[in-house]
């Protein structure tokens, strides 16, 4: 998917100083949607679908996994569950959730069944939040018959979870401590004007504005429900009530349709990470992205003092750092700001890695913390060819040089290396870092790990 970066409103700018600031999209590599954030132990992982590039439909075959300890720099951690995973499915990888209970991580997501009969609703099950991922029931946890696409579980202060799904219904069940089954009936929510307002235009005249992405939340022991709503093209926003189940109160917007770079769905996420509450959402602001090819974003806000959810515009810069990157340790390549060009992929002996690598490609880090300067750096690549150079720069892609790194040519191109070179300038403080690729045509080298020392 090369040159995938460039941003459809604004890619004139690439290789300006608009590459300084830009951060929405998250994930520039491929097409992500429908986010589903997880915040466990000190770190966020996000798990996302996977639109195929150049899509028509809603073509999707697997889900993705990202993490991040700073909210700008994401890891790839690959596909940790696919169709694959479910020999009782045969397409539509649509929006799931992952959750945490017991020691175990549970990733509910709906998909077309291939005995006909449509989409219903599976469980996978890890011990890890990277996978791999196990269907564990071998058929569908839920089929209610019609509309089963979009779970989200939420896991209550006394330890009930509920699974919520559905459009044009929103239906949920109680899910049991197992995760993978659930007690009594499939509940249908009455999908009425007080609960979800009106839909004012709408050639089905559904009943209200509710769509489809239910995303609960609670807080100061009010629950929140928010979702996709207003029909296509979508807005998104939220109901409150005192309870789990309801009744629900309709109360606002949150974010209006995005005109400009926007795709007709949406599909929110909320997580509330080290004292601040982040906001998720997809858009289609992607070179070749639209209604078919989306993209994650994310936004940072705060609870009004009523606990009212504000207007959250959708930006192109997104969030700040919360902390500082440390570069005297192992940063694996895929681990991402920004970057134009470049994909990944995944061995099984080491992992993702970075790899498609072009000349005039580059990767952005952010909020490296440099502290009294690197004297050297340190790298892992594999399949070098013969005058690849990194030039590893400060804050742009013109800024000042840390070092700039010859690759040494790959006699073995399955061989991974490490190599150590010298910096030629000792620069501190707290800076961007841009890894800026050179070199002749072709796909240069695969790139694993760096580290400054």
Same mark, same amino acid.
């Given at each position: 998917m090369k040159r995938l970066v460039q941003l459809c409103a604004f890619a004139s700018f690439i290789g300006s100083p608009f590459v300084t600031i830009a951060q929405n999209p998250i994930v520039q590599a491929v097409y992500t949607a429908d986010p589903a954030p997880l915040v466990y132990k000190d770190t966020v992982f996000l798990y996302t679908g996977h639109d195929e590039d150049k899509s028509t439909w809603f073509t999707m075959k697997d889900?993705?996994?990202?993490?991040?300890? %700073?909210?700008?720099?994401?890891? %790839?951690?690959?596909?940790?569950?696919?169709?694959?995973?479910?020999?009782?499915a045969n397409k539509d990888a649509w929006a799931g959730q992952c959750t945490f209970r017991n020691g175990? @991580?549970?990733?509910?997501?709906?998909?077309? =069944?291939?005995?006909?009969?449509? #989409?219903?609703?599976?469980?996978?099950?890890?011990?890890?939040?990277?996978?791999?991922?196990?269907?564990? *029931?071998?058929?569908?946890?839920? !089929?209610? $018959?019609?509309?089963? &696409?979009?779970?989200?579980?939420?896991? %209550?202060?006394?330890?009930?979870?509920?699974?919520?799904?559905g459009n044009p219904? +929103?239906?949920?069940?109680?899910?049991?401590?197992? #995760?993978?089954?659930?007690?009594?009936?499939?509940?249908?929510?009455?999908?009425?004007?007080?609960? @979800?307002?009106?839909?004012?235009k709408d050639a089905d005249k559904r009943p209200s504005a509710y769509e489809e992405g239910p995303w609960l939340h609670k807080r100061k022991?009010?629950?929140?429900? *928010?979702?996709?709503?207003?029909?296509?093209?979508?807005?998104?926003?939220?109901?409150t009530s005192?309870?789990?189940?309801?009744?629900?109160n309709y109360r606002d917007t949150i974010m209006t349709v995005?005109?400009?770079? $926007?795709?007709?769905?949406? !599909?929110?996420? +909320? &997580? %509330?990470?080290?004292?601040?509450?982040? @906001?998720?959402?997809?858009?289609?602001? *992607?070179?070749?992205?639209?209604?078919?090819?989306?993209?994650?974003?994310?936004?940072?806000?705060?609870?009004?003092?009523?606990?009212? /959810?504000?207007?959250?515009?959708?930006?192109?810069?997104?969030?700040?750092?919360?902390?500082? *990157?440390?570069?005297? =340790? &192992?940063? =694996?390549?895929?681990? &991402?700001?920004? =970057?134009?060009?470049?994909?990944t992929a995944f061995d099984p002996s080491i992992g993702v890695y970075v790899t498609d690598i072009s000349a005039g490609d580059y990767l952005k880090v952010r909020n490296v913390n440099l502290r009294k300067g690197p004297k050297s750096i340190e790298l892992r690549t594999s399949a070098a060819l013969e005058g690849t150079s990194i030039e590893i720069r400060t804050d742009s892609l013109t800024g000042q040089t840390i070092g700039t790194v010859i690759l040494k040519p790959a006699t073995n191109k399955e061989k991974w290396i490490t190599q150590v070179f010298k910096t030629e300038?000792?620069?501190? $403080? /707290? !800076?961007?870092?841009?890894?800026?690729?050179?070199?002749?045509?072709?796909?240069? @080298?695969n790139f694993d790990w760096w580290k400054f020392n």
């Open positions: 889900w993705r996994a990202y993490s991040t300890v %700073d909210m700008v720099n994401w890891t %790839d951690r690959g596909s940790p569950l696919s169709l694959e995973t479910f020999k009782w175990k @991580f549970y990733w509910h997501v709906p998909v077309n =069944q291939a005995n006909g009969k449509g #989409m219903a609703i599976g469980v996978a099950v890890s011990t890890s939040p990277t996978g791999p991922f196990k269907d564990v *029931l071998g058929k569908p946890l839920v !089929h209610s $018959g019609n509309g089963d &696409i979009d779970p989200t579980v939420f896991i %209550d202060d006394n330890g009930q979870a509920y699974l919520y799904w219904y +929103l239906k949920y069940v109680k899910l049991n401590a197992d #995760m993978i089954s659930y007690s009594g009936e499939v509940i249908t929510v009455p999908l009425n004007k007080e609960g @979800f307002s009106v839909r004012y022991g009010l629950y929140y429900l *928010l979702y996709a709503a207003g029909g296509v093209p979508e807005h998104l926003a939220y109901s005192k309870t789990a189940t309801g009744p629900w995005i005109k400009k770079g $926007g795709a007709f769905t949406n !599909h929110p996420g +909320l &997580i %509330d990470y080290k004292g601040k509450s982040y @906001f998720f959402y997809h858009n289609g602001a *992607l070179k070749g992205g639209g209604g078919f090819n989306r993209s994650v974003a994310v936004e940072e806000f705060t609870f009004n003092p009523d606990g009212s /959810i504000p207007r959250i515009e959708h930006t192109v810069t997104g969030v700040k750092a919360i902390q500082t *990157l440390n570069p005297y =340790q &192992i940063t =694996q390549a895929e681990t &991402i700001a920004w =970057q134009d060009g470049i994909e300038k000792v620069i501190t $403080g /707290i !800076h961007d870092l841009f890894f800026v690729f050179k070199g002749s045509n072709g796909n240069l @080298f």
